[in-house]
């Protein structure tokens, strides 16, 4: 297998056309399955910016804040192209984080970025 420069990371990089950030109590797969759902207030993906690819990676602009309903249990966080169905770009595990009632989930930009590696 091949090693791709820089520039082309943050070519592809760039392309993903990610727009909504999700919330999963399970593995998403291939197809973001598992997402969260219910809540007062409701859960619901939210709008994000991710930056411009630069070092073969792109990072979140601000940190994302998600209502999570009683007895949910935070897994994965998702990558989308819409805030509902869309295109399902990947995801990101995160330690387990269960409610035991109505409560936030906030998604931090320090330490949140979409990158390619050569291995």
């Known amino acids: 297998m091949g090693t791709f420069v820089e520039a082309a990371k943050n070519t592809m990089l760039d392309a993903l056309s990610i727009t909504h950030i999700s919330l999963h109590d399970g593995a998403p797969g291939t197809d973001g399955s598992n997402e969260l759902s219910g809540g007062s207030p409701a859960y619901a993906r939210v709008t994000a910016t991710i930056n411009a690819a630069a ?13 999570v309903a009683s007895g949910d249990t935070v897994m994965h966080v998702g990558y989308w192209s819409a805030i509902t169905a869309g295109t399902f770009h990947g995801s990101d595990p995160v330690s387990n984080e269960v409610y035991a009632g109505q409560g936030e989930y906030k998604v931090l930009a320090a330490g949140t970025t979409l990158s390619i590696s050569d291995s």
Request: net charge negative; no cysteine.
């Open 55 to 67: 070092t073969s990676s792109r990072a979140l602009d601000a940190d994302v804040t998600f209502n």
